[in-house]
């Protein structure tokens, strides 16, 4: 059974830095992708950053691109979001998501497993 445990959340100021985590386990992800989305309230969820497990390709959101870097380890077999230069409008809570599959995807309803999802505030 795949789980996806998100940490490293919280309270920062605008312009702050944090590294979020996303522990898989249950499965060789060597062929799965790898998502994270966030969520606002009031708000439908939103991609943030995609890449494949095996690979070098990454997808990121217009609203992020030049701030945030997703990174996997594998021998940890843990997925990361950095985040630089936070704004207020990154607030959110942020969920990874996987899929068994070949190609990254932007798509929510194309990946399978999530997450419970991890807090971020930042304060202007």
């Known amino acids: 059974q795949v789980q996806l445990v998100e940490s490293g959340g919280g309270l920062v100021q605008a312009g702050d830095s944090l590294r979020l985590s996303c522990a898989a386990s249950?499965?060789?992800?060597?062929?799965?992708?790898m998502g994270w989305f966030r969520q606002a309230p009031g708000k439908e969820r939103e991609f943030v950053a995609a890449?494949?497990?095996?690979?070098?390709?990454?997808l990121y959101a217009d609203s992020v691109k030049g701030r945030f870097t997703i990174s996997r380890d594998n021998a940890k077999s843990t997925v990361y979001l950095k985040m630089n230069s936070l704004k207020p409008e990154d607030t959110a809570v942020y969920y990874c998501?996987?899929?068994?599959?070949?190609?990254?995807?932007?798509?929510?309803?194309?990946?399978?497993?999530w997450g419970q999802g991890t807090q971020v505030t930042v304060s202007s």
């Open positions: 998501a996987a899929a068994p599959a070949v190609f990254i995807s932007r798509k929510a309803n194309e990946y399978d497993y």
């Open positions: 249950g499965r060789t992800f060597s062929n799965y992708r």
């Open positions: 890449m494949r497990w095996s690979g070098s390709s990454t």
